[in-house]
């Protein structure tokens, strides 16, 4: 009885265990492959040669089967679900990196270089320097020409790229917007593809510091993009995410880190990250970085990274005073290159710039005919004060205009939700004190409202920048009245240059009628408290009539 009763046992667990046939791969031609976008990327099926993707795939195998075991399932392979429709793991939006907290561009997004050649370059202007000009890997090459549709340099990137691709140590003043991201990650992409150094898992090839998340974010996705056609590792670092998360993907393995100051300190005084073997090291937005008090910090990372000598150092920034140039002289190989962009083009070109004399009373007017008459899409409005950040913004709304604000009391999910909005289209107006908007990089962004002259001329730069970037147009409108106009001289001295000032036109400063709906919350707290006055007193005469004599 007792070996009939095993000998079913045992044929039973044979039956729940027996192995699944294997499943016939489909290969995609390298052709179609390719030939995908970045855009359409997502819904193109991959095949990865890399033993970091074959280990992950391999897990995911071992897990399916241990399922269909506990499922008691038949021979026969179960259909495998269709995710094509899924956007790409790889893809750094504020919305995948609110979603995921996840930092890592994830290699099943690279895409495959084939046999594509390097086309002849077309030279329209004699005067303009093309990336043909210069000996890119052909990796490089294929995802600036064709995929982002790049052909002629930008000022700074004819300035600077030779250099940096000949590993010099660099100190390039340029305004954001003006295509030097492209220059420090091009070069930091080649030297990668060229060097043959063994690192540990941990140990990075390169360091992008960036003062805001957005911007960290941002150089990300454009590493990312300019990668897409090399095996580099991707990590983004930076506050306000998963703490755990990050260093995992940190010790996972990395070669380029993108990361604000002061989460990646916390992971290098925890031995999480080891910059011994670093050999490119970036530094953008300096000028931001002395502002925002990030200098002492920046000391301390570059004290976790080789010497000089042993390593290229960039270093970008709007204005390169002394104070810059002298902690580039620290921190760099003697006699580094200094590039500087012409005066004329400390405001990228492209920028539309009106000034209009007004009073502080026809600044609401000027700017919602402005908004109603003009083509704008996307629009940034700038005040110097959280406080008049949220008026304006319940102002707009009264008017029937829709809009978000930033400002430092916005958490970083909300933030990212809103800049996500704003580029996908969803937002069209963004009111933003200047903390807030520095970190805002968008492209398509058609027009910047000065609503309060910012105090410091090189703030003006900064927020004018937010249009017109990558060779694009775009509107800067800003409003002198008697409250600010006191700070255009500086501007004009700053710029090299003066400023167009009009006056607006009468039918400008008619007000247009009102909804009257939402109120502000200050509105909102006051009707509520006079409501709850109103109550209390009600109440309180009821209880009096109450406590008085019987009838």
Known sequence: MHSRLFSRLAAKLKQIFRPAPAKTATSIPAS????????????????????????????????NSTRSRRRRKSSAPAAKPDHSDQPAAGSVSFEDYDASMSGQIDLSSKKKIADWQIPEVVRTDSSATYFQDFLLDRRIMRAVLEDLQFEKCTPIQALALQPALDGQDLSGKAQT??????????????????????????????????????????????????????DLRIVAVYGGMDYARQ????????????????????????????????????????????????IPDVKQIISYTPKPAERQTMLFSATLTPDILNLSARWMRPSPAI????????????????????????????????????????VLIFRNRKRDVEELHYKLQRFGIASE???????????????????????????????????????????????????????????????????????????????????????????????PITQPEAQMLVMPKSSGQPATPRQSNRRGRSQSKARNRSSSGARIRRSGPRR
């Open 32 to 63: 179609k492959n390719a030939a995908a976008t970045p855009s359409t990327r997502s819904a193109t099926a991959k095949t990865s040669t890399s033993p970091r993707l074959d280990s992950v795939a391999s897990r995911e195998t071992n897990q």
């Open 177 to 230: 917007g003006t295509g030097k991201t492209a220059v420090f990650l091009i070069a930091t992409i080649q030297a990668y593809l060229q060097s043959t150094a063994k690192r540990k898992r941990n140990s990075p090839f390169a360091l992008v510091l960036a003062p805001t998340r957005e911007l960290a974010i941002q150089i990300a996705k454009d590493a990312e993009l300019l990668s897409i056609y090399t």
């Open 247 to 294: 260093r995992q993907l940190l010790t996972s393995g990395c070669d380029l880190v993108v990361a604000t100051p002061g989460r990646l300190l916390d992971y290098l005084r925890q031995n999480v990250l080891d910059l011994s073997s670093l050999q490119v090291l970036v530094i953008d937005e300096a000028d931001r970085m002395l502002d925002m008090g990030f």
């Open 339 to 378: 590039l500087e962009v012409d005066t004329e083009q400390v405001v990228a070109e492209g920028i539309d710039e009106t000034v209009f004399a007004c009073t502080s009373q026809e600044k609401l007017p000027i700017m919602l005919w402005l908004l109603k008459n003009e083509d704008c899409h996307r």
């Open 405 to 499: 604000m930033l400002s430092g009391d916005v958490d970083q999910k909300k933030r990212l939700r809103i800049l996500e909005g704003f580029r996908s289209g969803a937002i069209q107006v963004i009111v933003a004190t200047d903390v807030a908007g520095r970190g805002i990089h968008i492209d398509d962004v058609t027009h910047v409202f000065n609503y309060d002259l910012p105090y410091e001329a090189e703030d003006y730069v900064h927020r004018v920048g937010r249009t017109a970037r990558a060779g694009q147009r775009g509107r800067a409108i800003s409003f002198a009245g008697e409250d600010c106009a006191f700070v255009i001289p500086d501007i004009e001295s700053y710029i090299g240059r003066a400023l």
